[in-house]
Nanobody, 115 residues
């Protein structure tokens, strides 16, 4: 069973930075995509950043230029570096991995941005 474990969330002031980590129990290169999603209170979960096995990245318009997704294959970890955080970035951030049309999720980590 694939396990994804997120860490790095917390409380930060607007304009601050955080780096989230997602450690996978299997080689991250075995997944077609790995992604970060977030869910704000009362809202649907949305995709924030996607990283393909080939290294391509895609971002939600709301985070372009502020967030960067990357990976360290040797550590089996995917990162989400977040700069210029805004109160609207508040939510539970979850790691997602897809392989052979099957999706795996982490438990999520809370990010709270105060104004």
């Amino acid at each position: 069973q694939v396990q994804l474990v997120e860490s790095g969330g917390g409380l930060v002031q607007a304009g601050g930075s955080l780096r989230l980590s997602c450690a996978a129990s299997e080689s991250i290169l075995s997944f077609n995509t790995m992604a970060w999603y977030r869910q704000a209170p009362g809202k649907l979960r949305e995709s924030v950043a996607v990283l393909t096995s080939g290294g391509s990245t895609m971002y939600a318009d709301s985070v372009k230029g502020r967030f960067t997704v990357s990976r360290d294959n040797s550590k089996g970890t995917v990162y989400l570096q977040m700069h210029g955080l805004k109160p609207e970035d508040t939510g539970v951030y979850s790691c997602n991995a897809v392989r052979a049309s099957r999706a795996y999720w982490g438990q999520g980590t809370q990010v709270t941005v105060s104004s």
